[in-house]
Every structure is written in C-alpha cells, then in structure tokens.
C-alpha cells in the first residue's frame, strides 16, 4: 500500500536553509505535495509538483523530486520565525489516474523548529 | 482570495450519538473531500466526491459514516453513532483538480 514517510523534527537557525525529506512508495503517484500545518490551524498547500519534473521553484520554495529514489524534499531558502510549523509531504494515491477524485496519502509531518 | 470553511470548530458529543459536520467548499470546485487526523497521527483520507456521488472512499469510512451536497453549497459528513475513537481533527478539502484546498477543520471530541 501506499505510505510516506518523513522525520519528525529538522531545527535551523533563522537565515539558513531547511531541507525537509519526504520518501514515499506509490510509484502510481501523479502528483505530490508538500503543505503546511501552523498551531490550531487547517493544512495550507505550499507547493506541488508533477511526477515528470525534477524540480520546481517558487519563490523562497524549492522542490526536488527523485522518482527512481521515491525522495521528495522541500528547500526553504533564508528561513524566517513564521516558517516555523509542521509541513507534510503528500502524494496523489493514481487510482483515478491522477485526477481529482484521487485522496492523498499524507506523511506524519516535520516540525519545523527556528533557533533565532 | 476564496477559501473553505467548515462548521462547527469544535464539537463535543457523547459515544453513540449522531453528528453532522459541516462544509462549504470554494465555489467553484467540484470534488469534494473529507480527511481525519487522530491526535498525534496522520492525516487520513476518508472520502471523495464527485458528481454528486461518491468517488473513492477508504477503509475508514464504514457505515456508520456518510456523506451528502444537501444543496449548492454545502457538503457534509455524518456520523451515525459516534465512538470513542472517532476523536479527531476533521478537515474538508475541494478541487478543481490536482491541487486540494483545506478547511480549518472540525475538532471533534467524543466523551
């Protein structure tokens, strides 16, 4: 079945980068996603990317994808206080071919601790 | 910029009991989802919806759960007679396509 998988914690100081990791096994997956979780908070999309592309770049938001791998990550460039938050990776199940009736299959998120 | 929302924040009921869960997805979305995060836990896809039907469903959603777009607005998750372990965060999402958007969500205690 499909799971996804990340580490718990990553801690950075503010100003560098973070790189959260994200490994999933449903070669199927279409699409896959990284969102956002802040304290008392719903799940704000961030970033998503198509299975045929590499990389995507959004602003201070880069997204790696290595299909042969099943590796994911999400690059935060010059990290900030607000950043702090848990992001979770996730993937589109491909049972419908990618399309919108598809779930996601969702990892149990990085918490994202700044160190000032 | 549009967004979801779900009603109410918080519910707390007792086990046994039936309660409705409510949404309004963007307004021009059509599939519509529900998810259930168990404190601590994952995020866990319940259902979809399409159509006016329901697309995909997981292992979770049983029969003691179901699902209705009473009118053009509103999408809704019942659940008919709630258990301890139907604690959770209840959130609602819609698309157009491949990118989902998320409600606030529903925190729902049951005691």
């Known amino acids: 079945g499909e799971d996804v998988e990340q580490s718990l914690f990553l801690s950075v100081r503010e100003g560098d980068s973070s790189v959260i990791n994200c490994t999933y096994t449903?070669?199927?997956?279409?699409?896959l996603y990284w969102y956002k979780q802040e304290p008392g908070a719903g799940l704000q999309l961030l970033t998503y990317?198509?299975?045929?592309?590499d990389m995507k770049q959004d602003q201070r938001l880069t997204v790696l994808l290595n299909k042969k791998d099943k590796h994911l990550s999400l690059r935060i460039a010059d990290t900030q206080t607000g950043d702090s938050a848990i992001y979770f990776c996730?993937?589109?199940?491909?049972?419908?071919?990618?399309?919108?009736?598809?779930?996601?299959?969702f990892g149990k998120g990085t918490h994202l601790i700044i160190q000032p | 910029e549009p967004e979801v929302t779900q009603t109410p924040s918080h519910q707390v009921t007792q086990m046994g009991q039936e309660v409705i869960l409510r949404c309004v997805p963007i307004?021009?979305?059509?599939?519509f989802y529900w998810y259930r995060q168990i404190l601590g836990q994952k995020v866990e896809f319940l259902v979809s919806?399409?159509?006016?039907?329901?697309?995909?469903k997981s292992e979770i959603f049983d029969d003691q759960f179901s699902v209705e777009r009473p009118d053009g607005s509103n999408f809704t998750l019942k659940i008919r007679s709630t258990k301890l372990e139907d604690s959770a965060m209840y959130f609602c999402?819609?698309?157009?396509?491949?990118?989902?958007?998320f409600g606030p969500g529903t925190r729902l205690l049951v005691l």
């Open positions: 990317i198509f299975s045929n592309m």
């Open positions: 449903d070669s199927s997956s279409t699409y």
């Open positions: 996730a993937e589109n199940m491909g049972r419908n071919s990618g399309g919108g009736a598809d779930g996601l299959t």
């Open positions: 999402a819609s698309s157009k396509g491949e990118t989902q958007y």
């Open positions: 307004s021009n979305h059509l599939y």
């Open positions: 919806f399409y159509n006016n039907e329901i697309s995909e």
